[in-house]
């Protein structure tokens, strides 16, 4: 190797260590900021877990209480609003059972001011919701109120209601249509499908004529 390309070589060594010892600070800077967020990544995805966890736990707990009869003093608010900041889902599932804890206590009112506090719905548990609290409002004698919660004729558990409201109010008409519109999007081998049956004829309804099959 020629003295000139050894002397090229020695000055490039000591440019690459001239610019490191210049920019050191920033490199280590670099490596420390790269560090931190990691670390902070890793403490949020730990805080995240753990405030996970708890929330599980807080409702596993609450729910165990509601099932076995021990109703909070505050109705609920307290342990529902907790668990809610963390899951609103699990919050809703824990209301349908304090709900459910309510009414089989004679609590129908407190029951219904259960489920009326209820807000931002997971779209399948609204159906549950709005279906459970208009059963408890034909219970009150507020037949009107539990129509206004039965708008989805696709679902034959809302028609079902829907008929029983009907009912309630003296309509018998309109609880028949009802209850045929469920009867069509139930399968007949559907237990639901001869209780359905069984409150039109009720109502003063005709039941759909099927096919003898055997």
């Known amino acids: 190797m020629a003295i000139d390309d050894l002397l090229d070589e020695h000055e490039q060594s000591e440019r690459v260590r001239s610019w490191i010892r210049s920019n050191a600070l920033g490199l280590v ?10 670390a902070g990544w890793q403490w949020w995805q730990g805080q995240q877990l753990q405030r996970g966890m708890a929330v599980n736990a807080r409702y596993a707990e609450v729910v165990r209480n509601y099932e076995a009869g021990r109703l909070p003093a505050d109705k609920g608010r307290a342990a529902l609003d907790t668990i809610a900041k963390g899951n609103q889902t699990l919050a809703t599932l824990a209301a349908l059972q304090l709900a459910k804890t309510q009414a089989e206590a004679g609590k129908r009112d407190d029951a219904i001011a ?14 549950v919701v709005r279906q459970r609290l208009a059963r408890l409002l034909i219970d009150a004698g507020k037949g009107k109120d539990a129509l206004s919660l039965l708008d989805d004729e696709r679902n034959p558990a809302m028609l079902d209601a829907r008929g029983d409201a009907q009912l309630a109010l003296g309509d018998r008409a309109k609880a028949q249509s009802d209850y045929l519109k469920a009867l069509a999007l139930v399968d007949v081998a559907d237990p639901q499908h001869r209780l359905l049956t069984l409150k039109l004829i009720e109502a003063g309804g005709m039941p759909p004529h099927t096919e003898d099959k055997t």
């Open 29 to 38: 800077g670099g490596v420390a900021l790269g560090l931190g967020a990691i």
């Open 114 to 127: 259960t489920l009326r506090g209820l807000h931002d719905l997971d779209p399948e548990l609204r159906v």
